[in-house]
């Protein structure tokens, strides 16, 4: 029986010609031209599996990662999961895959690949998430408590919505991300292209820092800010920055007040 943990620290992950490679627990996970494979082996026999159950109480930390494909989940009240996972097997009918201890955990019945690439559905709304992929997008959605959503990815679109946690982390290559209607303790978001785009969201402690990425915020609240770029610049439209430091290459901080909010502070 082979045995295969898939859900673990992702290493960095790279494009090789039309396809993407990563690193997951020491097996290489390729795409080649929408073809997977694990370990050089092809999984190409594909199935929807349906898991349920109960977060146990002692561990509401769990860790999803899916090389290409989308991770969707959302937040509900209570400790039930309902998850639907796209699995991938180099053998027809063969491999299972069961949550245990925050972690999607494989088998194989006929010493075959097996790989989990897609997974959504609801968990705990007071759960902690660390989300990983290569290419696949990922959404997160109201999750809400004392709790902390990381989320790295190489190219896909990060968007994080309706969330009230201590801490938000997002790790993006290309990838663009957007917060909507979220707020958060502690954000730090980094990204090397992608830009950022934040909407009616409170932040107590902000930092973000891009390579070329522009950082958007709109009809939002900062206490504390700070934006490193070398090429991006900082848009904020309708947005209150208690303080805010900056330190960007070629890239410029604008501070827009439209017509709407203008009047309404006037009392018009």
């Not at 959504?120 to 709304?125: C, I, S």
């Not at 209150?240 to 203008?262: F, I, N, P, W, Y």
């Amino acid at each position: 029986m082979l045995r295969l943990t898939l859900i673990a620290l992702m290493t960095p992950m790279f494009l090789v010609g039309c396809g993407v490679t990563a690193s997951l627990h020491g097996v290489d996970i390729s795409d080649h031209d929408g073809r997977l494979f694990v370990a050089g082996n092809p999984v190409d026999f594909h199935r929807e599996v349906s898991l349920q159950g109960e977060m146990d109480e002692a561990n509401l930390r769990l860790v999803l990662v899916s090389p290409t494909a989308v991770v969707d989940v959302v937040g509900g009240p209570g400790n039930s999961y309902e998850l639907v996972v796209d699995l991938y097997t180099e053998y027809e009918n063969d491999g299972l895959v069961e949550l245990q201890d925050g972690q999607l955990m494989t088998w194989s019945d006929m010493d075959g690949a097996v790989l989990v690439n897609g997974i959504r559905g609801r968990l705990p709304e007071n759960i902690s998430l660390d989300v990983m992929t290569a290419t696949g997008d990922v959404l997160v959605t109201s999750f809400v408590g004392a709790v902390d959503v990381k989320v790295e990815t190489g190219t896909g679109s990060v968007q994080v919505a309706d969330c009230n946690v201590g801490v938000l982390h997002v790790d993006t290559g290309t990838g663009e991300v957007r917060v909507n209607e979220t707020v958060a303790e502690d954000v730090k978001v980094e990204m090397g292209t992608g830009s950022l785009t934040v909407r009616a969201s409170d932040f107590v402690l902000f930092h973000g820092d891009s390579a070329t990425g522009n950082f958007l915020f709109q009809t939002s609240r900062l206490d504390r800010a700070a934006f490193v770029s070398g090429l991006g610049d900082v848009r904020l439209t309708d947005t209150l920055v208690s303080h805010m430091d900056s330190a960007l290459g070629t890239g410029r901080v604008e501070v827009r007040e439209t017509e709407t909010k203008a009047n309404d502070k006037s009392g018009n």
